[in-house]
Nanobody, 114 residues
């Protein structure tokens, strides 16, 4: 059974930091491109960042310089370090694993508000 379990969301003030983690099981982690997506109310789900099995990273322009994605093949986890958070970063954040099949986590809420 494939499972992607996110953790680390919550409420943070503007300018603050959060670290999201996603634990992956049931697939060969080393074959999958891992990504973080987000979906704000009334908006489409968008790619925030991704990291290939070889470690190549991409980040959306809106988060470059503030967010960093990383993967740990020993622990089968992917993380998203978020800093200098803005109210517009408020969304449900989803972990994603993509190879031949695509899998999603259940999502974790991030709210940036004073």
């Amino acid at each position: 059974q494939v499972q992607l379990v996110e953790s680390g969301g919550g409420l943070v003030q503007p300018g603050g930091s959060l670290r999201l983690s996603c634990a992956v099981s049931g697939v060969d982690f080393n074959y999958y491109v891992m990504g973080w997506y987000r979906q704000a109310p009334g908006k489409k789900r968008e790619l925030v960042a991704s990291v290939s099995p070889g470690g190549m990273k991409t980040h959306a322009d809106s988060v470059k310089g503030r967010f960093t994605i990383s993967r740990d093949s020993a622990k089968n986890t992917v993380s998203l370090q978020m800093s200098s958070l803005k109210p517009e970063d408020t969304a449900v954040y989803y972990c994603n694993a993509e190879h031949i099949w695509i899998y999603w986590g259940q999502g974790t809420q991030v709210t940036v508000s004073s």
